[in-house]
């Protein structure tokens, strides 16, 4: 049973550019959140969707968006990158409904921003 | 505005002694506080987690103690291991599952010979 999977694992971009991050939620779940998670810090919650829309957005600016696709799987995307975008970007996974579900999360994709 | 506090910020306690961590939490309406454990370069991952309606869960060496009137609750680790020197996070939601996680900041574990 492959648990949450993201890709690219590290990944170096330039002030001002683009990128994308990938999360594919763990086998059964329909409901992906991603969270930044800074050098020493715990991780932040930016958003999570569930059937394809945004449900939740935490305090971040409008440069990070995001996709689900119709078979849950996720896209992050953040335009016009700042230094201070550098983090850890991981992709939580779970099943909605009630009943004490588990939130499972990836391995992160580690983004540089020089 | 941090919603759950952590502490301490690192501890370093000797194998088979007794791991404690304690997190506050300052919105009542949090209703599920799971740990998380994380080695460096890896995700997060769930090690316990607890509702109020309860005040202790253990799970092999791991106990959860929670003191709702006093919004705290605390992680302790029996006969701590080497293996267990990871950065440890509390955090808390408002439901099961769905609803976003409020981490703490995270408690640096090292348990020496």
């Known amino acids: 049973d492959a648990g949450v999977t993201q890709s690219p694992t590290h990944l170096i971009k330039t002030r001002g550019q683009q990128v994308t991050l990938r999360c594919s939620p763990k086998?059964?779940?329909?409901?992906v959140s991603w969270y930044q998670q800074a050098l020493g810090q715990g991780p932040q919650f930016i958003f999570q969707?569930?059937?394809?829309?945004?449900?939740q957005r935490g305090n971040f600016p409008d440069r990070f968006s995001g996709h689900q696709f119709p078979n849950y799987s996720s896209e992050l995307n953040v335009n016009a990158l700042l230094l201070g975008d550098s983090a850890l970007y991981l992709c939580?996974?779970?099943?909605?409904?009630?009943?004490?579900?588990?939130?499972?999360f990836g391995e992160g994709s580690w983004l540089t921003v020089v | 505005q941090q919603q759950v506090k952590q502490s301490p910020q690192s501890l370093i306690v000797q194998k088979g002694g007794i791991s404690i961590i304690n997190c506050a939490y300052e919105?009542?309406?949090?209703?599920?506080f799971p740990w998380y454990q994380q080695f460096p370069g890896k995700g997060p991952a769930l090690l316990i987690a607890?509702?109020?309606?309860?005040s202790e869960k253990k799970e092999g060496r791991f106990t959860i103690s929670f003191n709702k009137s006093a919004k705290q609750f605390s992680l302790h680790i029996m006969d701590s291991q080497p293996g267990d020197s990871a950065t440890y996070f509390c955090?808390?939601?408002?439901?099961?599952?769905?609803?976003?996680?409020?981490f703490g900041t995270g408690t640096r574990l090292t348990i020496i010979p």
């Open positions: 969707y569930y059937e394809e829309e945004e449900r």
């Open positions: 607890i509702r109020p309606d309860v």
């Open positions: 919105n009542t309406a949090f209703d599920y």
């Open positions: 955090a808390a939601s408002m439901s099961f599952g769905n609803e976003k996680l409020t």
């Open positions: 086998s059964g779940h329909d409901t």
């Open positions: 939580a996974s779970s099943l909605a409904g009630p009943g004490g579900n588990t939130i499972y």
